[in-house]
């Protein structure tokens, strides 16, 4: 089974909102519709739930026209749930949940018990079934969701579309409609479209991406080929960092706060502090936040050495930091090695971050040692994370880290403590 939406082009009057719109979505698919307000999400929705009729294009499922089908027979293949469920009468939720079973009703026909066993399995299903005869106007919104994805499911749809069906709830509802949808799809072979506001949750949900912006699909795919952060640029005008969660191997998106953009592109939001250039020798995520926050107060930043998919990496980039970089799972070769030491010797402090030691990164200590006895720089390390236990070389790297204390480095805590060490001109 297959819905394909092609080529399709819808107004509302003389503006054109969808242009050109085609993908197809298949049997026990979970296909998630994201993009920025106005892009044409419940455009699309309503288009495919027939309250639109496309000026352009077709839709069909398993080959059949679906503008052509009778109301009825549209309504006991496609359900869907609007993303406003407010409903002001005080029915009971499982008297909502059997207006599902209206497309089967034949004209004044009363709901049988066949109907009401169906209804009631329905809201097992998404485990409302304890709020059958609770008023729907007393139901959370959490709870109200869930009764209206249930009366979805009594029409006993082939497919099923949701606008926004996680918005303005709970991350406990959240996870458990999400989860409701993937169950859906893979257990019962639901073809399944969900417009959703929440990038992360799209990621670890959906099988499938589609990306609007402006009406057009700019991106159609796996959650890798479309949630990249040229892609959530181009569209949301948002600057982010897309990285793998070491748990699930999922996409996950982190915003950079504007204002960090706009501290770098203006020169720092302190002329004076921009004379003051900061070293950070980090890795492994450990210099990000410190990047940001030395860059949101006006001083220059420089960063050295780390790997180039490494989120340091990324985040010096993003924030135009001057870094030195090594091919991942590289030792630091001397090339790296002699221009770390060229941004240390242009540093007014060098801050050694809690990364982790191994033999292939030992010269970012050589570097520290650099900067105290060659250089006389000021150098702070931290020591909020045990030495010991980030030391994987056989304890020659926490000997020497201990050395550097001896040698005239600071210790520090925390960034709080960075900042209150840090050089302010005047």
């Known amino acids: 089974m297959a819905l394909d939406i092609k080529d399709v082009d819808t107004y509302y009057g003389s503006v054109k909102v969808l242009k050109g719109v085609d993908f197809c979505a298949v049997h026990g698919e979970l296909l998630g519709v994201i993009g920025p307000n106005g892009s044409g999400k419940t455009t699309l929705l309503r288009t495919i739930s027939r309250f639109l009729k496309p000026k352009v294009g077709t839709i069909l499922l398993e080959g059949r026209d679906v503008l052509g089908m009778k109301d009825k027979d549209f309504s006991q293949v496609f359900a869907a749930v609007p993303q406003d469920t407010t409903i002001n009468f005080d029915f009971s939720a499982l008297d909502i949940v059997l207006m599902g079973r209206n497309p089967h009703l034949g004209r004044l026909e009363r709901e ?27 139901l959370s919104g959490g709870e109200r969701q869930l009764v209206i994805i249930a009366r979805a499911l009594t029409q006993e749809p082939k497919v099923l579309l949701l606008d926004e069906p996680t918005s303005h709830l709970d991350i406990n509802y959240q996870i458990e409609i999400m989860e409701l949808l993937k169950r859906l799809t893979l257990h019962e072979g639901l073809i399944v479209i969900a417009v959703i506001h929440d990038l992360n949750l799209a990621a670890q949900y959906c099988d499938r991406l589609v990306l609007l912006h402006e009406g057009k699909i700019v991106s159609l795919g796996s959650q890798q ?63 990000a936040g410190l990047m940001h926050l030395l860059s949101e107060k006006g001083y220059k930043v420089t960063a050295g050495v780390v790997n180039m998919l490494d989120t340091d ?114």
């Open 112 to 138: 049988s018990e066949k109907d009401i066993e169906i209804a009631r399995r329905c809201m097992e299903r998404t485990n409302c079934g304890h709020l059958a005869e609770r008023p729907i106007t007393e």
């Open 225 to 287: 080929e479309v949630l990249t952060a040229e892609n959530i640029k181009q569209s949301f005008g948002a600057d982010v960092i897309v990285k793998r969660h070491a748990l699930t191997n999922l996409c996950y998106v982190t915003p950079v706060p504007s204002t960090v953009k706009r501290h770098i592109e203006a020169g720092a939001s302190s002329k004076n502090n921009a004379e003051i250039t900061i070293h950070l020798i980090c890795g492994g995520g450990e210099g």
């Open 313 to 426: 990496c990324e985040v010096a980039q993003l924030l135009n930091i001057p870094v030195v970089t090594e091919t991942p799972f590289s030792p630091i070769t001397e090339k790296a090695f002699q221009a770390h030491l060229a941004l240390i010797e242009k540093a007014d402090v060098v801050v050694l971050c809690s990364i982790p030691f191994g033999f292939g990164n030992l010269k970012n200590i050589d570097a520290v040692e650099a900067a105290l006895e060659r250089m006389g720089k000021s150098v702070l390390i931290f020591e909020d994370k045990n030495i010991e236990k980030r030391d994987f070389t056989g304890g020659e790297a926490t000997k020497r880290f201990v050395e550097l204390k001896n040698k005239g480095a600071l210790s520090i805590k925390n960034q709080e403590e960075v900042l209150k060490k840090l050089p302010v001109s005047v």
